[in-house]
């Protein structure tokens, strides 16, 4: 089995920061695309950010220049930090990982339980 478990979300004014973080842990054998998705209230998910393991990365217009994904492969863990927060970043948000397991030739993609992210004063 494999499990994504994220941390890092929380309550923050506008203007303000968060560092979401996203650990990957069970029978992987390789990570290829991991990201971020986030949903807000009667809204669909959306990409927020995508990060190959070479270190591509591919983003959401409504966050380009304030957000930054990064990942450590050793680690099986994305990041995303976050900058100039705005009410409209409020939404739970959810890893994502496209992960081959042990023993396995198959792709699977897996998703985190989710974290709350509210920006609010």
């Known amino acids: 089995q494999v499990q994504l478990v994220e941390s890092g979300g929380g309550l923050v004014q506008p203007g303000g920061s968060l560092r979401l973080s996203c650990a990957a842990s069970?029978?992987?054998?390789?990570?290829?695309?991991m990201g971020w998705y986030r949903q807000a209230p009667g809204k669909e998910r959306e990409l927020v950010a995508d990060?190959?393991?070479?270190?591509?990365?591919r983003y959401a217009d409504s966050v380009k220049g304030r957000f930054t994904i990064s990942r450590d492969n050793a680690k099986n863990t994305v990041y995303l930090q976050m900058n100039s927060l705005k009410p409209e970043d409020t939404a739970v948000y959810y890893c994502?990982?496209?992960?081959?397991?042990?023993?396995?030739?198959?792709?699977?993609?897996?998703w985190g339980q989710g974290t709350q992210v509210t920006v609010s004063s």
């Open positions: 994502q990982a496209d992960v081959i397991r042990v023993r396995s030739y198959v792709q699977i993609t897996y």
């Open positions: 069970g029978s992987i054998f390789s990570i290829n695309l």
């Open positions: 990060i190959t393991s070479g270190g591509g990365t």
